[in-house]
């Protein structure tokens, strides 16, 4: 399984940037997806997840501005980022859990966000 991330790069504070990751190659089920983001100096954090079941999880310092979604058909994840602010420049990396009954963790390369004051 490879992942593929896109949609990264700089935006003042205030604005919008979508991420997407897709996955492809010998995929027979896909369980978790989701986002997470590492700021330097600090731990990989969870920004947000979606099971299959399309229930979401989010991060506290996000909720209420970012969104995440999937596309079972097409093996995508996606985080719509809102409000953005400089606090979120970071890495963000997707992740996502497949297989079945095992289930394995795939990580995406990641992408860089930056938020300008």
């Known amino acids: 399984v490879q992942l593929q991330a896109s949609g990264g790069g700089l935006v003042q504070a205030g604005g919008s940037l979508r991420l997407s990751c897709e996955a492809s190659?010998?995929?027979?089920?896909?369980?978790?997806m989701g986002w997470y983001r590492q700021a330097p100096g600090k731990q990989r954090e969870l920004v947000a997840s979606i099971p299959r079941d399309g229930s979401t999880n989010y991060a506290d310092s996000v909720k209420d501005r970012f969104t995440v979604s999937r596309d079972n058909v097409k093996n995508t994840v996606y985080l719509q980022m809102n409000s953005l602010k400089p606090d979120d420049t970071a890495v963000y990396y997707c992740k996502v859990s497949a297989g079945w009954p095992m289930s394995q963790d795939y990580w995406g390369q990641g992408t860089l966000v930056t938020v300008s004051s």
């Open positions: 190659g010998r995929i027979f089920r896909i369980n978790d």
